[in-house]
T-cell receptor, first 108, second 114 residues
Framework: GIQVEQSPPDLILQEGANSTLRCNFSDSVNNLQWFHQNPWGQLINLFYIPSGTKQNGRLSATTVATERYSLLYISSSQTTDSGVYFCAVTGTASKLTFGTGTRLQVTL | EPEVTQTPSHQVTQMGQEVILRCVPISNHLYFYWYRQILGQKVEFLVSFYNNEISEKSEIFDDQFSVERPDGSNFTLKIRSTKLEDSAMYFC????????????FGEGSWLTVV
């Protein structure tokens, strides 16, 4: 099956800093989504982005499908951005395969 | 924004008991899923369901598990004879179609087996 790797596994930022999270995948994808898992365990949809670039406030994402990677940018980070960020993809099947996540901690 | 809703949010059960987790997918969605996340680990696919039958399942989804759409709105996951290692967050998800469609997740049901 398709493999999804995320880096870095852990990231500590001071409030106000910017960061880039990376997602590499092993095969062509039909769907790529970024999620934020908050401290209560809820999975929050951030982006549906199988290709191209999207922006939503302080967050933006870019997927380069031909090179099999996606990037999530967080600018001017806030403590509420803390949590785990997951990238998930679908290949030929309909199921999402999740990466191992990036655990982000934003400190004051 | 439309929501997938799940109940219960948290359940504690004794080992060996049966558990039913309930989900109400988004109303015009056709594909339904259950995923599992053991504490501190990544989210794992369990099963997908379309047109009143299982379309795909993982190796985790053995005879202990079953899914059902008993009426036009609910989608359930039944876990028979629960084991300690079944303790996890269980997520229901739905999407309108394949390819080009966002998959929406519920808030999860946290199952603790004691």
């Amino acid at each position: 099956g398709i493999q999804v790797e995320q880096s870095p596994p852990d990231l500590i930022l001071q409030e106000g800093a910017n960061s880039t999270l990376r997602c590499n995948f092993s095969d062509s994808v039909n769907n790529l989504q970024w999620f934020h898992q908050n401290p209560w365990g809820q999975l929050i949809n951030l982006f549906y982005i199988p290709s191209g670039t999207k922006q939503n406030g302080r967050l933006s994402a870019t997927t380069v499908a031909t090179e099999r990677y996606s990037l999530l940018y967080i600018s001017s980070s806030q403590t509420t951005d803390s949590g785990v960020y997951f990238c998930a993809v679908t290949g030929t099947a309909s199921k999402l395969t999740f990466g191992t996540g990036t655990r982000l901690q934003v400190t004051l | 924004e439309p929501e997938v809703t799940q109940t219960p949010s948290h359940q504690v059960t004794q080992m060996g008991q049966e558990v039913i987790l309930r989900c109400v997918p988004i109303s015009n969605h056709l594909y339904f899923y259950w995923y599992r996340q053991i504490l501190g680990q990544k989210v794992e696919f369990l099963v997908s369901f379309y047109n009143n039958e299982i379309s795909e399942k993982s190796e985790i989804f053995d005879d202990q598990f079953s899914v059902e759409r008993p009426d036009g709105s609910n989608f359930t996951l039944k876990i028979r004879s629960t084991k300690l290692e079944d303790s996890a967050m269980y997520f229901c998800a739905s999407t309108r179609g394949l390819g080009g469609n966002t998959i929406y997740f519920g808030e999860g049901s946290w199952l603790t087996v004691v």
